[in-house]
C-alpha cells in the first residue's frame, strides 16, 4: 500500500477527468463553483511541474442550456451541432480561467482512429509532449461534432484511460458525481457501502455497477470500471473521487486515500479490500 501511495505522490504526469454531472447543474448549465475550484487546483499542479491533461464531458449539456433544451434531443445532427455549440462555450470558460491564474489551455478534440491509426497516434503523442513541453493543460474531449458509431469512444471515461496510455500518464482521477464504487447503486440503495481499494475488476465487481440514469451524463460505473481496466493493465492506477469538491485532487496528491483507488497488477482474480 505504501508504495502506491508513494507513486501516486510522486505522480508526474496526471490525467484528470470531469463528467457532466460535476461542471454542470441538472440543467446543464455550467457549475462556475465547481469549475473555478477545478481550474485552481490545476493551476497550482502546473506549477508543481506536473504536467496535467483534462477530459472533460459537458459540450452536449451546456450545448443543450445554450439553447434552452431542457433534455439531450434523440437525433444525431442535433446532438453533434448541439457538442459544437456547448465545446466552444465549455472552452472559452477553461480558457478563460486558466488564464487569470497564468496558465495555457489547449483543446485536443479525439477520435477512436487515434488509437487505430499508428501515424495518427504519433501524432497524437507528439502533440501532447510538446503541449506539456509548452507548460500547456491540454483539455481533452471525444470530437462529438464529426463522431460516428465506427470511430467514436462513445463515452469520456474509456477515452481518458485511452489518453492515459497515450500518454504514459502515472495516474488518472475521474471525477463522478459520486464518492467511489460502491457495491451497488448507492443512489438506489441507501445501505450501499464505498470500496476504497480496488485488486482487477473481477466479476463481482463488475457486478456493483449499474447504469446511470442522469438526463445529461453518459456512462455510469460501466464505462468507469472499462477504463479501470484499460489502465491497470498499463500499469496505471486510477482513482474515481467525488468532483463536487476539487479539493479531493489536493487530498489524492497528498497522499491520502479518496474515493475507491483501483491498483495495477492486481492479478486476473484480484480482490476487493
Ligand atoms: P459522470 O457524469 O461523473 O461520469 P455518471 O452519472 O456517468 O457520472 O456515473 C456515476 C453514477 O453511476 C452515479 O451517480 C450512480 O448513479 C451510478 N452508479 C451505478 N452503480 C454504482 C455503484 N456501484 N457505485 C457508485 N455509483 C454507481
Do not use: W
Not at 76 to 92: D, F, R, S, T, W
Not at 111 to 121: A, F, G, L, M, S
Amino acid at each position: 500500500m505504501g508504495d502506491i501511495v508513494g507513486e501516486i505522490k510522486d505522480a508526474k504526469t496526471i490525467v484528470i477527468k470531469v463528467g457532466t454531472s460535476t461542471i454542470t447543474h441538472n440543467n446543464g448549465t455550467i457549475n462556475f463553483y465547481v469549475v473555478e475550484k477545478l481550474v485552481r487546483v490545476l493551476s497550482d499542479l502546473r506549477n508543481e511541474d506536473k504536467n496535467v491533461a483534462m477530459v472533460t464531458s459537458g459540450a452536449i449539456g451546456v450545448g443543450c442550456s445554450r439553447m434552452g433544451l431542457h433534455k439531450k434531443p434523440d437525433s444525431l445532427p442535433e446532438k453533434q451541432a448541439l457538442a459544437a455549440i456547448g465545446q466552444v462555450n465549455l472552452m472559452h470558460i477553461y480558457s478563460k480561467l486558466l488564464n487569470e491564474y497564468g496558465q495555457i489551455a489547449s483543446q485536443i478534440l479525439l477520435t477512436k482512429d487515434v488509437i487505430e491509426d499508428e501515424q495518427r497516434k504519433l501524432n497524437a503523442i507528439n502533440t501532447f509532449s510538446t503541449l506539456f513541453r509548452y507548460g500547456s493543460i491540454p483539455i481533452v474531449n471525444e470530437n462529438d461534432t464529426v463522431a460516428t458509431e465506427e470511430i467514436e469512444f462513445g463515452d469520456n471515461d474509456t477515452l481518458s484511460a485511452v489518453v492515459a496510455v497515450l500518454i504514459k500518464a502515472d495516474l488518472l482521477i475521474l471525477l463522478s458525481d459520486i464518492d467511489g464504487l460502491y457495491d451497488k447503486n448507492p443512489k438506489h440503495h441507501s445501505d450501499a457501502r464505498l470500496i476504497p481499494i480496488v485488486r482487477g475488476v473481477t466479476r463481482q465487481i463488475e457486478e456493483y455497477s449499474q447504469n446511470t440514469d442522469n438526463s445529461f451524463g453518459t456512462g455510469g460505473m460501466i464505462t468507469k470500471l472499462a477504463a479501470a481496466r484499460i489502465c491497470n493493465s498499463h500499469g496505471i492506477p486510477m482513482i474515481i473521487a467525488n468532483g463536487d469538491d476539487p479539493y479531493n485532487i489536493c487530498r489524492i496528491m497528498a497522499g491520502e486515500l479518496v474515493g475507491t483507488l483501483f491498483i495495477p497488477n492486481g492479478g486476473k482474480n484480484g480482490e476487493e479490500e
